[in-house]
C-alpha cells in the first residue's frame, strides 16, 4: 500500500523500487549501453583491421584500415562524452582530450588552445568528427613521411559564433603539392559536417595547411541529421 507519507514507498511491499533508486538505476543501464556501444565500435574496427590483412589490393588495403581509424576515433569520442554528465560538454577539456587521441593514433606533435566553451554533446562530437578528419589528412599529406610534424588546434568564441581552426606546418595547399583531395571520402565528411552544423569552412595557406571552421552556437542543442549524405539540389 501506498503510505500517505512516503509517496515514493509505492508498491514497496510488493517489490517495487522508491523512484530515486529506478533513477539511478536508469543512469547506471546507459553508462552500461555507452560502455557496450563503444566497445563494439572498437571491436568493429578491429575486425577491418584484420580483414586488410587478407586483403591484396593496396587501395582496398588502405580504404579498410582508414575506415578502421574512424571507427576507432568514434568509440573513443563516445566514451569520453558518455563520462560526462549533463547534456553540455566543455570543448576546452574535450578538444584538449581529442589532441591526445589525434597524437596516440596519426603521431603528429598536437597542441590544442581552447577556450572552456559549452556546447551541446552532438555538437561536440561533430566537431570532433571534422578535427580528427583534418588531422588524417594532415598526417597522410603535410609532412615526408616518418616525419612527426605540429597540428595546431584552437578554439575561441566570437560572439555568437564558435571559430575552430585546425593547421599544420607542412607542404601546404598548392595544386602541385599534396593536399586535401576535393573527391576524397575525409573532406566530403568534413565538408558534410560543415553543412549539417550551418557552418563556413575556409582553406588556406598559412605557413601550412589551415582550416577555419565557423559555426552558430546554438541556445539549444541543435536538431542536425546524422547523415552524410550530399545535399539535394533543394538546399
Given at each position: ?55 591484396r589490393d593496396a587501395e582496398a588495403r588502405t580504404v579498410l584500415i582508414e575506415t578502421a581509424e574512424r571507427l576507432s576515433a568514434v568509440g573513443q569520442m563516445h566514451r569520453f562524452l558518455s563520462l560526462r554528465r549533463g ?149
Amino acid at each position: 500500500m501506498t503510505d500517505p507519507a512516503r509517496p515514493d514507498s509505492a508498491n514497496d511491499d510488493l517489490g517495487g523500487k522508491p523512484r530515486n533508486g529506478r533513477t539511478a538505476a536508469t543512469a547506471d543501464e546507459r553508462r552500461e549501453l555507452d560502455h557496450r556501444l563503444a566497445n563494439s565500435l572498437q571491436l568493429a574496427a578491429d575486425f577491418l583491421i584484420f580483414a586488410q590483412l587478407r586483403v591484396r589490393d593496396a587501395e582496398a588495403r588502405t580504404v579498410l584500415i582508414e575506415t578502421a581509424e574512424r571507427l576507432s576515433a568514434v568509440g573513443q569520442m563516445h566514451r569520453f562524452l558518455s563520462l560526462r554528465r549533463g547534456p553540455e560538454v566543455d570543448l576546452a577539456a574535450f578538444l584538449a582530450e581529442l589532441g591526445g587521441l589525434i597524437g596516440e593514433s596519426t603521431g603528429l606533435v598536437c597542441d590544442v588552445h581552447a577556450e572552456p566553451v559549452e556546447v551541446p554533446g552532438e555538437m561536440a562530437q561533430q566537431l570532433a568528427i571534422a578535427v580528427n578528419e583534418l588531422a588524417m589528412n594532415a598526417a597522410k599529406h603535410a609532412y615526408p613521411w616518418g616525419e612527426r610534424g605540429p597540428l595546431h588546434i584552437a578554439c575561441r568564441r566570437s560572439g555568437e559564433r564558435l571559430r575552430l581552426i585546425v593547421a599544420d606546418e607542412g607542404r601546404g595547399l598548392g595544386e602541385t603539392l599534396a593536399g586535401p583531395r576535393p573527391g576524397g571520402l575525409g573532406m566530403a565528411i568534413v565538408q558534410a559536417v560543415v553543412r549539417q552544423l550551418n557552418g563556413h569552412l575556409e582553406a588556406t595557406n598559412a605557413d601550412g595547411a589551415c582550416f577555419t571552421l565557423t559555426v552558430p552556437l546554438p541556445t539549444a542543442a541543435p536538431r542536425t541529421s546524422r547523415s552524410f549524405a550530399p545535399p539535394s539540389d533543394h538546399d
